[in-house]
């Protein structure tokens, strides 16, 4: 080892330190020097000195090995043997001495060539001059071997190496890192080797660094953290997401801590109009479809990279930002109040060649058709004080137009200018755009940065490492000029691997993902990717000629793409297509249009096309009067608009009824009673505007001298202008009736009146339903059936006229208004 020292070719005392690293412990400077007297007349008095503390130091600190596995991988190549090559460069001066194996599968001698390959690339920061750089990596190379991980018995044989080597140079062992740069699959195997055979001795770490995917699902996720649980301490864990190793992201808490004055009155409901979390990528994920066809886009950068850029934005500050147990308990109390995720929350795509993609490299036959998302932008609401009512927009894709990673938090402007934009100041105009942007990387500005826009406030720059971005002239950002904005940037660019991987030396375990944490978010997600999984992704071009195709927008609780597409069919992974392969199906029935859908989107369908209604209604006159049928078809769409408290305008709609059983309204029969529980106690409706129709009146069930349905059509044409709803909902019954009008009736068919009593062929026998006529005059119908049992009569009714009298529902015929028809699949195709 002293030869090491002393094959040192550098003049330089930086350099010396550095090499010191590696010098046994024990061996004082003095008369190391003296032995080789070249060098002592190099080494200065001082570096001398520093190099006496360095050894003393080394002797405290001891020896860290670090194995990494999947050494020859793609990862492994492209960033971590430059992260662990960087920490070498930052940390090996200051006391610890380092080991370096590269592990794999692979024979040893194929191994060290292509580890070899991995390690000819790495490089110094710009301040390291070429010459010192190629020394550093030449130690650094000596301190690499690559060795085969296969069996137990390899592991034991590392352990026993790494214990022989640090006693032959009398140095104390003070950690091991083992990251695992592999596959999900191998991660228990592996856990287990390390666990049994190589675990260091006594008084030493031992750190595992995984890399995500951490699972696909909740399930899966649970699964896997209660296998390694049961073989490492959570404080043993280190779970990667390299975006908290962005600069700019972890610049997210720092910026909100050093301008807390300034942000504890804006960063709230009250002036954050919209946060947009945006990942947006060019290259496609040809040549890793095996893991991509598994995962897509949702679960390969929404459920980890951005929804931990979204917790960092929405968590309570903490008082102590460095305390990584707070920040985690902040963190968990944003999951907590994530709103659930709906079919609706999400629009996906896919790029055009992706599945010609999978086919090729995954040898799928020619009719086989991906469903997997390669693009998705989801609408996320956090429902607590502070955030009530805020978009928060997740996006990402591959194969987009440009590479750009950013959050931009939007502030609200209320402000109105006078005067004309051209005497607008650069950037101080109130009118402006006001907005907050942490630029992860690349786009336009092409580096990490913070920007505020001038007219909000004047924020305090990081003490250290940051500084004013140079102007860049001509260049805008998010609608505004570089000037109108106070901007800025790392002064050194670095490497989010690098960064981590320096965070897990110094056991820094904010930068992680906990198992808490990480369930959290899997509780989150699991919902909306189930209830994507049969979805056909709409198909896009890729790079600039996706155009607007993926542009999106966002109505209440939902989000629609801009454009619409025309209906596709898209074949799935079988030779015959299955139901789940359409899209909303939109065609006619009984000359009116007809969505058709899984019942889970055809709910969210009819749920949307329920608000849009409503906000337009509102829009024209103020109110919107929607009558609504019982039974157990509308349970979901009740449940689903119950989600939208915030969004659908129910302080300014009136709900009634379009039928009632002859019960009790606390009654489980009564339809009331299933609008109440699933409905009306979830959102916030004003009582005075809930109409539960008059079944029962002086203790007395529609006892006909009380006059029940005469009381409520006095208040229908009282408050609906025209006796006209704005919507009235139906189902169908397999007799072909609809409301409470069954076959044959004598009353309700036609005729003047507006609600009627009637007889139902089940029990309860007595019901009070709205009348033919007067359904006729809403300005939409919508008619909901739904379930195989309902196939026949769907069959039947598509061919017959209007024959009320045999089949009620023939004679629902807006007179002006709209009728729309949503089956599910197995009502309308069986
Ligand atoms: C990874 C995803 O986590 O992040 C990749 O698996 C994606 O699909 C990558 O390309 C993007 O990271 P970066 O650092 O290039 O923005």
Same mark, same amino acid.
């Given at each position: 080892?002293?030869?090491s ?7 330089t ?5 550095? !090499? ?6 024990g061996?004082?400077?003095e ?5 080789? /007297? ?6 200065t008095?001082a570096?001398?000195?520093?190099? $006496?503390g360095?050894?003393q ?18 990862l ?5 043997w ?18 370096f194996?590269?592990a794999?599968?692979t024979?040893?001698?194929q ?5 070899a ?17 190629a ?5 650094f ?8 991980? !296969?069996?137990?018995t ?28 592999? /596959? ?12 049994s ?8 770490w031992?750190r595992?660094?995984l890399?995500?995917?951490f699972g696909r ?6 699964q ?5 649980g049961?073989i490492?301490?959570?404080e043993?864990?280190y779970?990667v997401?390299?975006?908290?190793g ?6 997210i808490?720092?910026?909100r801590? &050093?301008?807390?004055?300034?942000l504890?009155?804006l960063?709230?409901?009250h002036h954050v109009?919209?946060?947009?979390i945006v990942m ?11 893991f ?10 929404l #459920?980890?990279h951005?929804?931990?850029i979204?917790?960092?934005?929405a ?5 102590n930002?460095?305390n ?10 944003v ?8 079919r ?5 795509g ?8 999978v086919?090729?490299?995954l040898q ?12 998705a ?6 429902d ?8 928060f927009?997740?996006?990402?894709g591959?194969a987009l ?10 502030? !609200?402007?209320?402000?109105?200018c006078?005067?004309?934009?051209a ?6 105009s109130?009118?402006l755009p ?6 992860v990387?690349?786009g336009?500005?092409?580096?990490p940065?913070v ?5 909000l406030?004047?924020p305090? $720059?990081p ?6 971005l ?5 260049l ?8 109108d904005?106070y ?6 660019? &670095? ?43 709409? *198909?896009y ?15 209440g ?8 597409q ?6 799935? /992974? ?6 789940s392969?359409f899209?909303?199906?939109?065609? #006619?029935?009984?000359?009116?249009p007809?969505?058709s859908?899984w019942?889970?989107?055809? *709910? ?12 337009r ?9 929607l ?6 078809s ?8 119950a989600?939208?408290?915030y ?5 300014h709609?009136?709900l ?9 309204l ?6 009331? #009673?299933?609008l ?9 409706v ?9 079944? #029962? ?7 006909e ?6 009381l ?5 044409s009282?408050?609906?202008?025209n ?25 309700g068919?036609?005729?003047e009146?507006?609600?009627?009593m ?8 007595h ?8 359904i006729?005059?809403?300005r ?6 739904m ?7 769907t069959l ?5 006229g209007?024959?009320p009298?045999?089949w ?21 195709l069986?």
């Amino acid at each position: 080892m002293s030869d090491s020292f002393a094959g040192a070719k550098t003049k330089t005392g930086t350099l010396i330190l550095v !090499k010191s690293v590696f010098t046994p412990v024990g061996m004082l400077a003095e008369p190391f020097c003296k032995r080789h /007297p070249g060098f002592w007349k190099m080494l200065t008095v001082a570096t001398c000195m520093a190099l $006496l503390g360095c050894l003393q130091a080394q002797e405290l600190q001891g020896h860290v090995s670090i194995i990494l596995l999947g050494a020859t991988g793609d990862l492994a190549k492209k960033y971590l043997w430059q992260g662990l090559f960087q920490l070498y460069l930052d940390e090996a001066g200051k006391g610890h001495s380092f080991t370096f194996h590269g592990a794999a599968l692979t024979d040893p001698k194929q191994g060290q060539q292509l580890m070899a390959k991995a390690l000819e690339t790495l490089s110094c920061s710009q301040d390291i001059a070429p010459r010192q750089c190629a020394e550093l990596k030449d130690q650094f190379l000596q301190l690499s071997q690559y060795r085969q991980l !296969k069996t137990t018995t390899d592991y034991s044989a590392l352990s026993k190496d790494i214990e022989a080597q640090v006693q032959h140079k009398g140095l104390r062992e003070a950690g091991r890192i083992f990251y695992f740069s592999v /596959p999900p699959f191998a991660y228990a195997d592996i856990a287990r080797n390390i666990n049994s055979s190589c675990r260091p001795g006594p008084g030493a770490w031992l750190r595992v660094v995984l890399e995500k995917p951490f699972g696909r699902d909740h399930n899966s996720a649970q699964q896997l953290a209660t296998e390694l649980g049961s073989i490492f301490q959570e404080e043993e864990m280190y779970r990667v997401d390299h975006y908290l190793g962005k600069q700019a992201v972890a610049q997210i808490l720092p910026f909100r801590d &050093q301008n807390r004055q300034a942000l504890d009155r804006l960063w709230n409901r009250h002036h954050v109009e919209r946060v947009e979390i945006v990942m947006k990528e060019t290259v496609d994920a040809e040549g890793r479809t095996s893991f991509y066809e598994e995962y897509g886009v949702i679960r390969d950068v929404l #459920q980890n990279h951005l929804t931990e850029i979204l917790t960092l934005v929405a968590m309570e500050l903490p008082h102590n930002i460095s305390n990584a147990e707070t920040v985690l308990q902040h963190k968990l109390r944003v999951f907590q109040a994530l709103r659930d995720l709906q079919r609706g929350s999400a629009v996906v795509g896919q790029y055009q060649a992706y599945s010609e993609q999978v086919r090729r490299e995954l040898q799928k036959p020619e009719s086989f058709q991906s469903l997997t998302p390669t693009f998705a932008g989801v609408l996320v609401y956090i429902d607590n004080l502070r955030w009530e009512g805020v978009p928060f927009i997740l996006m990402s894709g591959k194969a987009l137009d440009e590479r750009a990673g950013y959050v931009r938090i939007l502030f !609200k402007n209320q402000a109105h200018c006078a005067q004309s934009e051209a005497r607008w100041v650069a950037g101080r105009s109130q009118c402006l755009p006001r907005q907050v942007v942490f630029h992860v990387g690349h786009g336009a500005l092409g580096s990490p940065a913070v920007l505020v826009s001038r007219n909000l406030f004047s924020p305090s $720059l990081p003490a250290q490492g940051w500084q004013e971005l140079e102007g860049q002239p001509g260049l805008r950002l998010f609608g505004c000029p570089l000037s109108d904005y106070y901007a800025y940037s790392p002064v050194r660019e &670095q490497d989010a691997y690098a960064i981590l991987i320096s965070h897990i030396f110094h056991r820094r375990k904010d930068s992680f993902i906990t198992t808490e944490n990480l369930l959290a978010s899997w509780v989150f997600w699991t919902p909306l990717l189930d209830s994507l999984a049969f979805e056909a992704p709409r *198909i896009y071009p890729g790079g600039a000629e996706n155009g607007h195709l993926l542009d999106f927008e966002f109505s209440g609780g939902q989000l629609s793409f801009s454009q619409q597409q025309p209906e596709q069919l898209v074949p799935g /992974p079988g030779s015959a297509p299955m139901p789940s392969d359409f899209q909303v199906l939109r065609a #006619q029935y009984r000359e009116s249009p007809l969505i058709s859908a899984w019942p889970e989107e055809l *709910i969210s369908k009819l749920a949307s096309d329920i608000e849009a209604s409503a906000v337009r209604a509102v829009r024209r006159s103020g109110e919107f009067h929607l009558a609504l049928s019982g039974g157990s078809s509308p349970v979901a769409l009740f449940q689903q608009l119950a989600h939208w408290h915030y969004s659908f305008p129910w302080a300014h709609t009136h709900l009634w009824l379009v039928d009632e059983r002859c019960v009790p309204l606390s009654d489980p029969e009564s339809n009331f #009673q299933g609008l109440q529980a699933h409905l009306l106690q979830r959102i916030r409706v004003p009582h005075y505007n809930v109409h539960p129709m008059p079944v #029962q009146l002086r203790r007395r069930l529609c006892a006909e001298e009380d006059q029940g349905a005469q009381l409520y059509a006095a208040e229908i044409s009282a408050l609906v202008t025209n006796s006209s709803f704005d919507l009235v909902l139906l189902g169908m019954g397999t007799d072909g009736h609809t409301a409470s009008l069954f076959p044959q009736s004598p009353t309700g068919l036609d005729g003047e009146q507006l609600v009627v009593m009637t007889q139902s062929p089940s029990r309860p026998h007595h019901r009070m339903s709205l009348s033919l006529p007067l359904i006729n005059r809403a300005r939409r119908v919508a008619v909901l059936v739904m379930g195989k049992m309902k196939r026949e009569i769907t069959l039947l009714v598509s061919r017959v006229g209007h024959e009320p009298q045999k089949w009620p529902i023939s004679g629902v015929l807006p007179s002006s208004g709209q009728l729309v028809w949503y089956m599910d699949y197995e009502a309308f195709l069986g």
